[in-house]
């Protein structure tokens, strides 16, 4: 029978011991990320579940190393243990790394409050012909030791079962360094502060003899007669932590059964496969080979461009057609997952939006529910696939550890201009959203470095975004017989790296100087991503972009198709061929000059080229409504019932736009102010006064590089002026940096000698 009471654990252990691992395994799809009140450290939280055994809320505290008070992540874990009382600790232990995973658990023994070690890998560590005597090690430990494997699902219920009994019983703590020569200053440290009735005398006691910042501060009484039992020539923290140590080797090291079947000395796979991925040489283009072989697989009509090489004749494979899997394949060619499942959706909701127009008989509300809602909705929803199977790429490489070694690579480069590798994995969070991207930022450590991070966090194109790149990209192939979709998409997703790169070089060396902090970065093993966990994944992705289509590009979408009906009169225009006299219309055709520069203004129709803009603003609430925007329009036009990548296709052929214009709209939106959510979160992130020269950033960086694009693809010979252009700029950086850095060495060199005398 579970236990009516429901608790509150907490989950505590070292970077890389599998502890998210374990969170997603015993929260599911309940878990939330959130951020701790007043602390710029992100917040993970959810809730387990069991009839037979109880129910309990989760929080995923950060990971650390000890309670030490050196990083905000330590700072956190330390102050929800005391202050937030959770009914039980459960530490995870690496159990191929015991010696350094333990030291944080000889901290954690000395608070009052129940404590559960979960000895997480242990999977691996049998995998290597070695095993750990639990019940010896709980000996030693004097709590519960479980062994589990959160990537397997072995012994998590007993996990739980144990935690919770374990709650259920008042737990003193007892500390390693009791047995040690500083017994007995630990013993009188202790008794001052139960004498002034203060919870968790024995952690504080300890944490005053090694000089915490933390407790001087909070327990200024206390920590004054505590230090004074500390011997003026004693180093009790040093002394301590090789106590912990000694302790770990004598004590915890023997319950450690057997010998590893591997060679210490020999290098392991991960170190075979590091010895490629992270090379000097081949470290990045292995990488943009990744990302061009995820965009191939997502998006390509022609799988492995076997049609293109002829596999398959003039006449094409079987096409299906008139079935529902008549989109497997596509122009001939063998259609990836993401297209095959989009084409099905695109067939299904054109079925039901010809079925909604059959059985609707007034003229303004099949308008208003077929063109408007459905084009504009389901025009959107269409992408799920895409969206889905992309994300799915990315969670990859990041579950298997391979996007930890693509910021460690990029250090190296990213530190010869005063950058850290450290701000690229917000960065690559950043494709699958920029909200999440952006509070990831907490984790860096400076905040000029946090504020150059988020300008360009937007550079990267988010999940919204793609809906826009492959539609346009599929009507510009399919317009002009231009490349492929899936090589425009890699284009411009390696582009808006670069970008990304080349603007932090730019502020660092110039507006967001500053000395640059060390890169430390612990890189995990490679291992076999989680099924499970990437399924919940996946599904929060769904949820979301499902939640979004339903709400917010809904809303958008009858905004757009009302007021492209309405006039400034506020007359309902019933005739199509009117819609260049709506509010939206003569809105669009207002700041159409604007466009002009990037090849979608002046030169293209002026009855219909003000959709162009027009989608652009509405880009700005949520990306996907630059596409929904196409699809009402088209649908109002008479081109109703067609996917995405069609109804631009018809746009393209009633306003007259070229190649350079839509790759022009393309990059400009991309680069630009992100949606508004976006904006929110960056103005919360952001230090008082930066968000309007951020979006000042994002627009300017937008409107050239948008405009130098139409230039490129209408007149190649440009090129002949932007490189030049381009290089002198490089060069005014380098020498810049240079003369600065000078400047910098002279100035400490000076102050150096002047404190010398």
Known sequence: MSDDKKYIFALAGNPNCGKTTLFNSLTGATAYVGNWPGVTVEKRAGTYKSKD??????VDLPGIYSLSPYTPEEIVSRNFILDEHPDCVIDVVDATNLERNM??????????????????????LRKNGQDVDCKKLSEKLH???????????????????AAIETAKTKRTGTSVLLDGKNNEVILK???????????????????????DDIERKHHPFEFKQVSALVKSNNDFEQESSDERYQFIDNEVGPCIIGSPITDPNKPSTTDNADKILTSRIWGIPIFILVLLLIFHLTFSEDLLFLNAMGAFGSEGLVSFKGTPFEGL???????????????LINDLTGWFTEWLRSIITINWVKGLVCDGICSGVFAVFGFLPQILVLFAFFSLLEDSGYMARVAFILDRIFRRFGLNGRAFIPMILGFGCSVPAMMNTRTLSTQK??????????????????????????????????????????????????????????????????ELPPFIMELPNYHRPQL????????DKAKGFIKKAFTVI????????LFSHITWKWQFLNDDTQLSSSILASLGMFFQPLFTPLGFGYQISKDTGWVFVVSSFMALIAKENAVSTFATFAASLGFSNVSSTVAVGYMISETGIGIGGLMAFIVFNVLTIPCVAALATAKAELPKGQLKWTVLFWVVTSYLLGSMTYLVFTWTWTLAIFIPLLVGFILFLYFYNRNKTKKEKEKNLKVLKEGTV
């Open 103 to 124: 030291y944080l658990t000889t901290q954690i023994l000395e608070m009052d409050v129940p404590v559960i070690v979960a000895l997480n890998m242990m999977d691996a």
């Open 554 to 561: 809904l809303l958008s979408t009858l905004m757009v198709w």
């Open 329 to 343: 394949f596509a122009n001939g060619g063998i259609a990836s997952i993401g297209v095959f499942f989009s084409n």
């Open 532 to 539: 499970h966990s990437l399924s919940l994944h996946i599904w």
């Open 189 to 211: 440290a202790k008794s001052i502060y139960i004498k002034d009735w203060v919870p968790n005398p024995l952690y504080h006691a300890i944490k005053d003899l090694e000089g």
């Open 449 to 514: 470095e946090r504020t150059q991070t988020i300008r360009v966090i937007p550079f990267f194109p988010c999940s919204a975004k793609l809906t826009m790149i492959t539609a346009v990209a599929g009507a510009l192939c399919n317009a002009f017989n231009f490349a492929n979709v899936d090589l425009i998409t890699g284009f411009i997703y390696i582009f808006g790296m670069f970008v990304a790169i080349f603007a932090t070089i730019a502020m660092h060396i110039t507006t967001q100087r500053e």
């Open 53 to 58: 055994i109880g129910t309990a809320d989760i």
């Open 143 to 161: 709590v519960p030791v479980i062994p589990v494997s959160a990537l397997k699902f072995e012994n998590l219920d007993n996990l739980m079962k």
